[in-house]
């Protein structure tokens, strides 16, 4: 596995659109590439209103969500 890259995003932007984004960003690269490769998805709850999400692939990207976030998402905003 090449060297991990960590990323913390820390914007006041939406972090769900900016991991989803990523996601299909790597997914499509993996996909035209060589069809083949491992992503992993691991989440926890840290504190009462955040959510840290990794994404682990040969490169990492980590978020924050926010409980806010996942209802604007889910409500479709």
């Known amino acids: ?22 996601l299909e960003i790597i997914l499509l690269q993996t996909w035209s590439e060589t069809g083949f490769g491992h992503l992993e998805v691991s989440s926890e709850r840290f504190k009462e209103d955040k959510i840290r999400v990794v994404l682990q692939g040969s490169t990492h ?12 998402k889910m409500n479709g905003r």
């Open 61 to 72: 990207y980590r978020y924050v969500i926010t409980n806010q976030e996942v209802e604007q």
């Open 1 to 22: 596995m090449a060297e991990a890259l960590v990323m913390l995003s820390q914007s006041t932007t939406p972090n769900i659109d900016e991991f989803l984004q990523r």
